[in-house]
């Protein structure tokens, strides 16, 4: 989009910049981002050092990458080792540490593992070799899930059978709620997932607005849709305003996009899931429907694995549920740096922890 | 929590594909998330998928605006 | 070693391999264990030896790149660039070759010959000879179709000390055109993700350039390097730490083609942590930086030449991006490897 160009035109980012930069908010204004994209855009940016004085933005847990449990990861490798499959995943995932290693360390002992840039390049693969079984890991929000549903549908229409898929999907409101509802959490405002909401659309978000009186703006991925989005978060809260606004409107419709949602239902049902750092949400996780059970790896590649307790001194559970700050965890830096990673918070280029750890060794001429 | 990027459509593949194009590059994406796609439309991409056509008159509105928001301060 | 280190210790794995920190350390806390020569332990791109007084650049590369045949060039191609590359980062004019080859049975005759072609072209470019091989063939499966060796010998030109230590406080730092084309081309072939359009290589040698940049500017130019695995971002660490100095970069003149943006823009990578195989950096004396640029945009191959930073005396190792919207972040060393995502 030649519009694309124009919203990254560094003359609008420096002014936009300085308006945000001279927000002069009443009191302390604490934001949220619930995306993990959002928080990976807003520190390449550097935004964190330009805002003011008197706002702070945290991020939250929409990191499907750190919210996965070891567990899930351990099925894969298990998995893999058990009945010689091909594991294909999004890159991701794949430096991902369960309990005995990541899907990286597992290639380099010589497992079949592809990453792959879709769930129909998985399919393709399994197409093309079908002497093969292939696994793939559905990972993902709201975006990500009608993407697999399409391909798991396709993959019936096709009569593959050397194809299925290990879901990790996770549903965003349920986390929200589980947040919102959490006493220890002050946050004023959220900067809501734009690509979640091209799914759900406004809708869905109305109850942090009416019965949590929270600021909510449905924001894009550029700086400039980021800044705005700040910016109109700080104006509700000023005037006590709470609604849910969409900034992103070039690409959410209110009513969200429901022939994407048709194909979640149609092949997924809600289920209870585990979340790392919150325990099980009720209802936030999809499982594939009794009809698409052929496509299940968990059935056709039932394993057994230990359960493996969060490693000793890791808080990325509080981190996630925007309660403590990656640097007051004792591992941050030492043990657990974005080469060796103990946490999800880390591996994850869009964790809190990694993004937190490219600015707090700022050259003192960055810090303050 | 997701990659998109906005692509023009510059030729429908039927019966659910499309070649779309961003920055002299093509790639091919899959239809069956969204209906009424013409070529020249923008369309939403994400991992493999059309997501959304995008509504540009809404992107050149959210472009004015920001550059109204961005002149106040000058 | 710190504990996350010692885990890592054990076996070598592909993240060693991908030009970020766990190389450096693998190099540095291993390697060097092992051998006496300072040279050497400078870790620059290329060695300088003194034979009966004359200066010599001696550099080896040894190139596994997978797919073999890419857009813009293949294995053959880069092989010599790679190496004439190195010998002029470290001031040389490149002047003869190894070439050593290792081919798995039932490699097609006809791939090797596209691959000597392409060797024997990009030879006449650099204006370098082919002068002494080895070539072994092993069993199915040992290794993934040919890699190749090359060894390169140039003559450092007169007047000129180029090397990762001599950075120094002030100097302006250009690259020779835009980043990421060659890491692009290479992971677009990759990913089972088919992308047409604007996507090649830039792996080319580099002699037009740099020998006459540096006759004409020669004691100006401090350092010299190819931003090959790990990027702009990881070869300006190295020297940053080389140097013990610090290095800030504008996000807003760092030149980057359309569809390297485009590209990334999809596959959620970062252009400057693409390896380029035909561009280069180069720290000058800021008197002369302007000269330099008007020099190199007079050359076709590096008409997008920018001024991208300087450096610093304090923050030393560090490189800092100040970015487009005014803020400001680190540029850490990689991770691992490269690896497309959604989130």
């Known amino acids: 989009m030649n519009q694309l160009q124009k919203l990254r035109d560094p003359k609008l980012l420096r002014s936009l910049a300085d308006t945000v930069k001279s927000l002069k908010p009443s009191k302390q204004i604490t934001l949220m981002e619930v995306c993990g994209t959002h928080t990976m855009a807003i520190h390449n940016a550097g935004l964190p050092g330009l805002l003011p004085p008197g706002l702070k933005l945290i991020s939250g847990p929409g990191c499907p990458v750190c919210v996965t449990p070891s567990s899930y990861l351990d099925t894969a490798i298990a998995i893999s080792k058990e009945h010689n499959v091909v594991l294909t995943t999004f890159g991701d995932m794949m430096r991902v540490p369960g309990r005995s290693g990541s899907l990286t360390d597992l290639r380099n002992e010589g497992h079949a593992v592809e990453v792959v840039y879709s769930s129909l390049g998985a399919a393709e693969l399994a197409l093309r070799q079908p002497e093969k079984e292939i696994v793939f890991l559905a990972v993902g929000f709201e975006t990500t899930a009608p993407t697999v549903a399409a391909t798991v549908k396709c993959a019936r229409e096709k009569g593959m059978a050397n194809f299925t898929i290990l879901t990790a999907h996770k549903l965003v409101v349920p986390a929200l709620k589980a947040l919102i509802n959490d006493p220890e959490l002050r946050i004023d405002g959220f900067i809501l997932p734009g690509h979640v909401s091209v799914v759900l659309g406004s809708e869905p978000y109305r109850f942090i607005a009416e019965e949590h009186h929270r600021a909510c703006v449905i924001t894009g991925f550029e700086s400039a849709d980021i800044m705005q989005g700040i910016l109109m978060l700080v104006e509700q809260i000023e005037k006590r305003d709470h609604r849910v606004e969409i900034q992103y409107e070039r690409a959410v419709q209110p009513n969200g996009n ?111 | 929590m997701c990659l998109g990027i906005p692509m023009r459509v510059t030729k429908l593949l039927p019966p659910d594909k499309a070649l779309v194009e961003s920055g002299k590059v093509s790639m091919e994406v899959s239809l069956l998330l969204v209906d009424n796609v013409a070529v020249g439309d923008y369309v939403l991409v994400h991992a493999g998928f059309a997501l959304e056509v995008m509504d540009v008159d809404a992107a050149e509105e959210t472009l004015s605006l920001l550059n109204q928001l961005a002149n106040v301060e000058e | 070693m710190s504990d996350a280190h010692k885990k890592e210790a054990e076996k070598i794995t592909l993240a060693h391999g991908s030009g970020g920190r766990m190389m450096q350390r693998l190099i540095k806390e291993v390697f060097l264990e092992y051998f006496d020569s300072t040279e050497l332990a400078n870790l620059d791109d290329a060695a300088e ?295």
């Open chain 1, 258 to 368: 429901p022939k994407a949602r048709a194909y979640i239902d149609e092949v997924f049902a809600p289920e209870d899931t585990v979340w790392r750092g919150f325990g099980i949400i009720p209802q936030s996780g999809l499982a594939l429907r009794e009809e698409f059970a052929t496509f299940d790896a968990f059935k056709r590649f039932p394993v057994t694995i230990q359960e493996s307790p969060e490693p000793d001194g890791c808080r990325c559970g509080e981190v996630l549920r925007g309660l403590v700050e990656p640097s007051e965890c004792s591992l941050f830096g030492s043990e657990c740096v974005p080469e060796s990673p103990v946490g999800p918070c880390m591996v994850s280029t869009e964790g809190s922890c990694a993004a937190f750890y490219k600015s707090s060794r700022r050259p003192t001429e960055l810090r303050g």
């Open chain 3, 49 to 343: 030896l003194i034979i009966d007084k004359s200066r010599l650049a001696f550099s080896t590369d040894t190139f596994v790149v997978k797919p073999i045949f890419f857009p813009g060039g293949d294995i053959g191609s880069l092989a010599v660039s790679g190496t004439v590359n190195d010998v002029l980062m470290k001031g040389g004019r490149p002047l003869y070759l190894s070439l050593g080859l290792v081919i798995e049975e039932g490699f097609p005759m006809q791939d090797l010959t596209q691959i000597l072609e392409s060797i024997r072209e990009t030879a006449k470019r650099a204006e370098i000879d082919v002068v002494t091989g080895d070539t072994k063939v092993v069993g199915r499966g040992e290794v993934d179709g040919i890699f190749i060796n090359t060894t390169g010998v140039g003559v450092i030109l007169p007047g000129v000390d180029v090397g990762g230590r001599n950075a120094k406080v002030g100097d302006a730092i250009i690259v020779s055109g835009d980043i990421g084309a060659h890491g692009i081309a290479v992971m677009a072939e990759r990913n089972g993700l088919k992308l047409e359009g604007d996507i090649r290589s830039d792996a080319a040698p580099l002699n037009r350039a740099v020998l006459p940049l540096l006759e004409r500017f020669g004691e100006a130019v401090h350092v010299m390097r190819d931003p090959t695995r790990g990027g702009v971002a990881t070869a300006l660490n190295e020297i940053a730490v080389s140097s013990a100095v610090g290095i800030v970069l504008e996000e807003a003149v760092i030149p980057v083609s359309e569809p390297v943006t485009a590209v990334c823009d999809i596959l959620g990578l970062d252009p400057l942590y693409l390896p380029c195989e035909g561009r280069f950096l180069v720290f000058v004396d800021p008197a002369v930086a302007d000269d330099v640029l008007s020099f190199l945009h007079d050359l076709e191959e590096c008409s997008k030449a920018s001024k991208i930073g300087e450096v610093k005396g304090s923050s030393s190792g560090e490189v800092q991006l100040n970015t487009v919207t005014g803020g400001k972040r680190l540029l850490d060393m990689p991770a691992g490897e490269m690896l497309p995502r959604i989130c």
